[in-house]
């Protein structure tokens, strides 16, 4: 890792490595620390050569993929307590993408089988500068097929967090019973965390886009959000202009907003406090997943102590830990193939500190 900003090394300096590394009770026993995360999970398909077209690509590296599932192995890896509610093709990709979670300890009983649909593919193309487009393959595909009469209500009930985005908001009957999900989460006294991750060629237009996501905004307890989406849920607005987060995206029932800025870091809003934890620097191979590791550290974090949102140390604390889960993924091609072990950031981490 190279040029880190000093802003890092003072945190760095002020971090407790041990608080952060001590043993936490993982597992599902542990309900009150549960992160649920609702919604696809996919393949992702990854050319073995950065900055080719799909059509140039001389082969494709096949990986576990979908941004709830990576948040869900991702807070497992982390030695946290995670489930996964969806639905997959009852195909070899899908039970090989069961079985991934199984394998990450995730709590699959959220997860359905659908004998009429394949799992969802996702061909990503790699640029030079490591950054992502997208080719999708959902006609429909499995995941757009959940139906509210499958849901594991035992599941959501147990949840200490549930997380979701907006991909399941496209289509019914994906969309009816994302919504029953959270209403149930929400009633069982669940922190509401929602991660928009846009992908626009996937709705039928951009104000249908806009639309739905902006339609659960309100009900969200914790919001990550990336510079690029502020910019297109605003119509156009400076994505760092506090004003414009503060006006157009803080509600009154947030208890915490995360602007995501890839490598440069993050920037938070409370209703008491806000900063900016600048970002841990690392050479880019991926960012496949780096946001959802992301967003896998800060929930992790949150779900072992809910009073972050009350102190800005311990939050400050928490996004550092965060944005070091994001550069560690972006080292490594695919998405959950890349996502950190609690040892491996504080072994990041602890370099840092080494050059203070």
């Known amino acids: ?188 006294g669940c922190i509401l965390s929602y991660d928009p991750n846009l992908r626009l060629p996937l709705w039928p237009s951009a104000e249908d886009a806009r639309k739905e996501i902006m339609s659960i905004w309100d009900q969200a307890d914790i919001i990550k959000i990336s510079e690029d989406e502020i910019t297109f849920l605003t119509g156009g607005d400076d994505p760092y202009d506090d004003n414009v987060v503060l006006t157009k995206l803080f509600h009154p029932n947030l208890s915490l907003l995360v602007v995501t800025e890839g490598s440069e870091g993050c920037r938070y809003y409370t209703p008491n406090f806000r900063g900016r934890v600048a970002g841990v620097k690392v050479k880019p191979v991926d960012t496949t997943g780096a946001g959802d590791a992301f967003v896998s550290g800060i929930l992790n974090s949150i779900a072992s102590d809910s009073s972050l949102f009350q102190d800005e140390k311990k939050l400050r604390e928490a996004l550092l830990f965060a944005n070091a889960c994001g550069a560690i993924t972006v080292t490594e091609r695919g998405a959950i193939p890349a996502m950190p072990t609690k040892e491996d950031v504080l072994r990041c981490l602890a370099q840092i500190a080494d050059r203070k």
Request: proline letters at 4%; glycine letters at 8%; hydrophobic letters at 45%.
């Open 1 to 188: 890792m190279a040029n880190t900003p000093n802003s890092v090394l003072n945190d760095v300096k002020k971090l407790n490595l041990s608080d952060l590394s001590s043993d936490r009770k993982g597992g599902l026993e542990n309900n009150k620390s549960l992160v649920v995360c609702f919604g696809e999970m996919l393949i992702d398909f990854v050319p073995t050569v950065a900055g080719v077209s799909l059509a140039e690509a001389p082969a494709f590296l096949k990986a576990p993929g979908g941004a709830p599932a990576n948040v869900a192995v991702g807070i497992s890896r982390l030695g946290g307590s995670a489930g996964f509610i969806g639905k997959v093709g009852d195909d070899e990709f899908g039970k090989m993408l069961a079985d991934i979670l199984k394998e990450n300890n995730v709590d699959t009983s959220g997860v359905r089988f659908d004998p009429n649909a394949r799992t969802a593919l996702a061909f990503v193309t790699l640029r030079a500068d490591g950054e992502r487009e997208f080719l999708f393959f959902r006609n429909p595909s499995a995941d757009m097929l959940l139906h509210e009469s499958e849901l594991e209500i035992s599941l959501l009930k147990k949840a200490k967090i549930f997380h979701y985005g907006s991909i399941s908001l496209i289509d019914e009957p994906s969309r009816s019973t994302h919504l029953a999900a959270m209403s149930i989460a929400k009633k069982s």
